[in-house]
């Protein structure tokens, strides 16, 4: 995927951030995805399992993830899809912390002015 514009493809919404955020470390499963961005929102923001399959297919038509590999679940479980970020999907990930992060200095420095 080529990018040109960064504000084309940013900003992020809450639950693709996340789920970037968790695949930033290692390749996951939708569950494990989904169990890493409910610790990390911390409650703030609501993770379902279904809202997780939902928004990493949108990432993956995007390119922003892919498959990393399969392994076998138990007896009694399916085949678990262990899915990681492309490089298109970190470079986007940077500039979204970016974008949030000059946005948070913005606010800190306009509410001191006003205090």
Known sequence: MNITLREEVIPLTPHAFHILLALAEKPMYPYGITEQCQNDAA???????????RT????????????????????????????ELTDTGRTILEWECTRLRE???????????TS
């Open 43 to 53: 409650g703030r923001i609501s993770f379902r399992h279904s809202t997780t399959y």
């Open 56 to 83: 990493t297919q949108l990432l993956k038509h995007a390119g922003y993830i892919k498959d990393a590999f399969e392994l076998p679940g138990s007896a009694s479980a399916h085949t678990r899809r262990y899915l």
């Open 103 to 113: 946005l948070a200095f913005l606010g800190q420095h306009r509410l001191q002015r």
